[in-house]
């Protein structure tokens, strides 16, 4: 209606047009991309700096949020993962469980280091490209500081007791965590029933770890399976 103003908020309803100038109010959780606001072209100067005011505030969350992931997490990319899930799923619900499970087998997926490539896949599906280049500098910053400082005193630590103890019980706990991030991961698909996802699973793992299969030959063996699998669902209807 002329002389109103609609902004798009995050977390608020969505404004749907119905003709003769009538509106029908949807309410969601959250639009489909967590930090895309809009507002209407013949909203005032101010309602525009308010919601730029707010997309910088959403987008500093991301980066706060990812480089305190990036700066205390130990074990690789496989640990990032399991506490990216429990910040931007369990704590903040800016992501559905299957939503992060669809872009954590993404990431894995793509070549490169799993931590950069699970932030570029959330980073994009909350805040499009912006968000990409917020969450890559969130992750690569810390262990570009750390091992920077490190490596200048590396004779030091590499001959230290002390540290070669501490990095020893590290290892315990990050083993301790991949196998959480299994149990969470393995447990989503059991609770939805998928018992094709199951069996590729289990023919996965027997693959890498009975029979020492090279882990290259089983992500693009599970790529086509997931595939064959997904099709048969789309033809008989369940995908959709």
Request: proline fraction near 3%; hydrophobic fraction near 50%.
């Amino acid at each position: 209606m002329p002389g109103q103003c609609r902004v798009q908020r995050p977390c608020a309803r969505i404004l749907i047009p119905e003709g003769g100038g009538r509106f029908r109010s949807l309410r969601t959780r959250r639009l489909p991309n967590q930090f895309s606001t809009s507002v209407d072209p013949q909203c005032g100067r101010g309602a525009k700096e308010r919601v730029v005011t707010r997309r910088i505030g959403l987008l500093w969350k991301l980066f706060y949020f990812t480089l305190e992931l990036s700066a205390f997490t130990f074990g690789g990319g496989y640990v990032i993962v399991s506490l990216m899930k429990k910040t931007f799923v369990d704590r903040l619900h800016w992501l559905e469980d299957e939503e992060m499970l669809d872009l954590v087998a993404i990431a894995e997926a793509a070549p490169g280091s799993i931590a950069i490539s699970g932030a570029i896949v959330v980073g994009y599906k909350l805040a499009g490209v912006t968000g990409i280049l917020v969450t890559v500098v969130a992750t690569a910053l810390p262990p570009l500081v750390i091992i920077s400082l490190i490596s200048v005193g590396y004779e030091a630590f590499c001959g230290n007791e002390t540290v070669r103890r501490l990095l020893h019980g590290m290892q315990a706990g990050v083993a301790a965590v991949i196998f959480s991030v299994v149990w969470d991961r393995a447990g989503a698909y059991v609770k939805r029933r998928d018992v094709a996802a199951v069996l590729i699973m289990a023919a996965a793992f027997a693959a890498a770890a009975l029979l020492r299969i090279n882990v290259i030959y089983v992500v693009v063996i599970c790529i086509g399976a997931g595939l064959v699998h997904a099709w048969r669902c789309m033809k008989t209807g369940k995908g959709q």
